[in-house]
């Protein structure tokens, strides 16, 4: 409503997305640089390489959540379904010698099916996003707990190990970030040159003129929450490869889906829908990565992280939208 | 069916005035809490052994209810506060400190505690209204700075045993005052619980305030053309919303007899789940205190009853997620007008609805 009016024609449009991603990217650099002065070893080749890596797991969960947001949706299962995949295929892993192409398939068919789920209870049955993904939140979490059965992954196989840790063919880029990449560009392409996109943020931006116009909405949002899914469940996959290990609280307990949503927003995407902006969400977890871990490196107390957590979410959406008590 | 109706029903004819603030769904729920209180009685053991028991049971989920009252107001409004766990921990833990670290009376401590509850709120009104930044979004941020505060207020070992009248809070039952036949039988929380259910029912179906909640939840821009202070409404909603949730948090503590700066975490999605399973519209403007009062014992008494039978708590959780999903999907279909549920499945297949304008 007046989050839409307040919106300027599209004439501001490029020049306001590429301010974020270059103060995202100045940010992040000149925060890299003081804790680099600061503690020489922040700069060095391993730990640069650590943090890319460390950001991989939820920029794969937050694109998936830029999409569900620039529709004017929410999706909060992304934690449980990530903890969920990670069990599944790890347990499989480590006590049936399950293969890493076979991980791959169970982790993208588990994400397609039960985001087509939320997907469906979400479009089909007119359940309002927060709630439809707070109850799923719950049975997925549930069905962790249940397939799990009191275990723990702690080991998995060196092929699994390789693959959310080293290069391929010898790079010195890990695997995971060269995935990240491919991702990211698959989404922004869909996002912003598909027909896919455009009906995406046309729903977003305004549901009713979009089903007027022709749009199936219905299913461009089963669509939207499957692909949430799937982007959840294989950040899973490459989680338990990258840690070795998953427990009942992976993704939970971080609170993922919080996370997900904070760099999503602060990457530039509008809560209030119909407006995206892949590149930068990826960027915003570069940038949380990079103060997570320039926070050790500066001994500062671990309590303290999630508040700045917390603050970054309310700068970031500061001015975003305009809009006193609106719908949750 | 009041389910569907407008704000406007609770405009003052004669008629309104002498209507109880119930009706279908919270009829539905009381069915609902009946069969579940005698399910459990009759399939597991140790779920029903005497009045004392069962009402004792109640000491388990009463805090849920407290947060789900304060809640309803504000998402009556159409907000959400999804602090209202960090709150919860972070009043608790100052309260605990000022007694351990400072010497403050307990009591004392308390209300000190339940009153910053209220300050986290306004705080919380403050993003909104001033920042600017939509409700979800800006408790959520909230809640990640409460939840600092209240890990770094709770120090390394977090105060516990307190006075024994305070942990009666808790765990206590209400003697002297009822007849001796009733003593030992009717938990403090209890009572505390059911006095502010009252008070918040009445304030919000009878009261020129709760009309206006209402109203502002059923249509912001109709409430303040019609000069209504939106603000001050958001503001006292979000005020309460922290309050209670603080005073949930104490009986927690009282309930524990200790503080931890993550016990409150627990709270958010049960009593979020208790106020939608209530009959309270997520888009604001529609439902009833009485609803989310039937709907906390329906919940509380499901998962005492499922954890009795055996269930684990994960299990428990996940029914519980699956019947709000459940619920509201049965709402959403007898809910639009005229037709049966044969009629809307075949409606739905053959022709989708429009979407709302703002579905979020």
Known sequence: MSAAAARSPAASRPSWRERRELVL????????????????????????????????????????????????????????????????????????????????????????ALG??????????????IITTLGTYSLFGGLTF??????????????????????????????????????????????????????????????????????RVTAIRIQVYALSGLLACFSGLVFVCYTGSATVTTGTGDHVELQSIAVALVGGTLIAGGRANVVGTVLASLFLSTVLTALVFLQVPPIWYSAGEGLMILVAVRGGTRRAGGTA | MDMRAPANANAVTPRNRRRLPVGGWELALTGLLAAVVVGFGAAAPGFYTGPASLLGLTENFLPFGLVALGLSLVILTGGIDLSVGAVASLSAVLAAQLWSRFGVD????????????????????????????EPLIATLGTSFLYGSAAVAAAGAEPPSGFPGGFT????????????????????????????????????????????????????????RYSGIRTGR??????????????????????????????????????????????GVSIFGGEGTVAGVVVSVLVL?????????????????????????????????????RGTGL???????????????????
């Open chain 2, 233 to 278: 409404v958001l503001v006292t909603a979000y005020a309460v919303s922290g309050a209670m949730a603080s005073l949930a948090g104490l009986v927690l503590a009282s309930y524990y007899d200790a503080v931890r700066p993550d016990m409150g975490d627990v709270l958010l999605l049960t009593a979020i789940t208790m106020v939608v399973l209530g």
């Open chain 1, 146 to 215: 249940l397939y799990s059965d009191g275990t723990q992954v702690d080991q998995v196989p060196p092929a699994y190990a390789a693959f959310g840790n080293a290069g391929p063919l010898g790079l010195p880029v890990p695997t995971p970030v060269l995935v990240l990449v491919l991702v990211t560009a698959a989404c922004w392409f869909a996002l912003n040159h598909s027909r896919f996109g455009r009906a995406v943020l046309a729903v977003g931006n305004n549901a009713a003129a979009a089903y007027n116009a022709g749009l």
């Open chain 2, 106 to 133: 307990i009591w004392a401590a308390a209300a000190v505690g339940v009153a910053l509850g209220g300050v986290l709120g306004l705080v919380n009104a403050g993003v909104i209204l001033r920042l600017g930044i």
């Open chain 1, 25 to 112: 990217v100045a940010v992040t650099a000149a925060s890299a640089g003081v804790v680099g002065l600061v503690n020489p070893g922040f700069l060095t080749f391993e730990n640069l390489r650590f943090v890319a890596l460390n950001s991989v797991v939820l920029s794969i969960v937050a694109l998936g959540q830029t999409l569900v947001i620039a529709m004017r949706g929410i999706d909060l299962s992304v934690a449980p379904l990530m903890g969920l995949s990670a069990m599944v295929c790890g347990l499989l892993a480590q006590s049936h010698g399950l293969p890493l192409w076979g991980a791959v398939g169970i982790a993208l068919a588990l994400g397609l």
């Open chain 2, 342 to 360: 044969a009629n809307q499945i075949w409606a739905m297949i053959r022709r989708p609805e429009p979407p709302r304008a703002n579905p979020s």
């Open chain 2, 168 to 223: 009666a809070l808790g765990t206590g039952t209400v003697d002297g005052v009822l007849p001796a036949s009733l003593a030992g039988l009717v938990p403090i929380q209890l009572v505390v619980f059911a006095a502010f259910a009252v008070l918040f029912s009445a304030l919000v179906a009878r009261s020129p305030f709760g009309r206006v909640l209402v109203m502002v939840g059923y249509s912001p821009d109709a409430a």
């Open chain 1, 116 to 129: 087509t789920l939320n997907g469906v209870l979400v479009a089909a049955l007119n359940i309002p996003p």
């Open chain 2, 300 to 336: 509380g008494f499901l998962r005492q009853g499922m954890l009795i039978a055996g269930f684990s708590d994960m299990v428990t959780t996940m029914l519980t997620g699956a019947i709000l999903l459940a619920s509201i999907a049965v709402k959403n279909l007898f809910n639009r």
